[in-house]
């Protein structure tokens, strides 16, 4: 679904509740204040005054605050739409969980923003740490990811001592490396994350990963969708979950020092 993933349900409940006041004092305070020689005059003026206070009352403490606006009751498709908007809207975000590709499962934690993201990203073949900057991608693979990827345990022994620990980079268009890093770019996995596969379905609300949330099905997966900011919040299917947090508060990495950097054309890449 949705890019073939999803995300846990979540309750749309988020009121304000205003409490109402009683009469105020300064209605006793002028009875009280009625001059003293006037005869029989408290007790005829007390009752016509405190009537009036208490059909006054309800019009005074009325809540003036609404309840917290929710997406929840509007269409699975406007919903969606909103939720795309407000995607691409975030200057940031963090994307953590684990997601399938055929039968290559990923399992990641990055953090990206419009111009860039780093984090790791593991699979069968190994893990990496990814940072992208712009459209330079900089990657820093484990050995047993090479050890992998080459014929033998010498090829992979000759490239981990060539690239000395070091970033290897790269540019987000190169076919061999690129991929890797389109998950550490906002836009370019955005673009195509939230594209459902099927018809919509709306789902009750319900609080997914603390935070009130309406789902959206299309039969492969769930994603669910903060009832207030129309931000995602989970997409799951099946077993795969990729949760979404830290909106707009992820800065841009910095490129690493020169001396610490291989250029990929350097490994044939």
Avoid: H
């Amino acid at each position: 679904m949705l890019g073939n993933r999803s995300a846990v349900g979540a309750i749309a409940l988020m009121a304000f509740v205003a409490g109402c006041g009683g009469p105020k004092a300064a209605s006793d305070d002028a009875v009280e204040s009625t001059p003293t020689p006037a005869p029989a005059a408290t007790p005829t003026t007390t009752p016509t005054t405190t009537p009036s206070a208490v059909l006054e009352k309800p019009t005074i403490p009325v809540p003036s605050t609404p309840p917290a606006s929710s997406i929840a009751g509007l269409s699975a498709a406007t919903i969606l739409t909103k939720t795309q908007a407000a995607a691409k809207a975030a200057t940031s975000v963090r994307m953590k969980g684990a997601v399938s590709d055929g039968k290559e499962r990923m399992v990641l934690d990055v953090r990206v923003t419009k111009n860039g993201g780093q984090g790791s990203i593991t699979t069968s073949d190994g893990g990496m740490s990814v940072m992208v900057i712009g459209k330079t991608a900089y990657l820093k693979m484990s050995n047993k990811f090479w050890q992998t990827q080459t014929k033998s345990k010498a090829e992979a022994d000759a490239i981990v001592g060539l690239i000395d620990g070091r970033w290897i980079r790269t540019t987000m268009s190169d076919k061999d490396l690129g991929n890797f890093a389109l998950f550490a770019s906002k836009a370019e996995f955005f673009d195509t994350l939230f594209e459902p596969s099927g018809s919509l379905k709306k789902t009750a609300p319900r609080t997914v990963d603390g935070v009130p949330s309406v789902g959206l099905g299309d039969g492969d997966g769930t994603l669910w969708v903060d009832t207030a900011t129309a931000r995602p919040v989970r997409l799951e299917s099946g077993a795969d979950a990729l949760s979404f947090s830290e909106y707009n508060k992820v800065t841009t990495p910095k490129a690493p020092p020169a001396n610490q950097v291989i250029d990929g054309k350097a490994l044939g890449m």
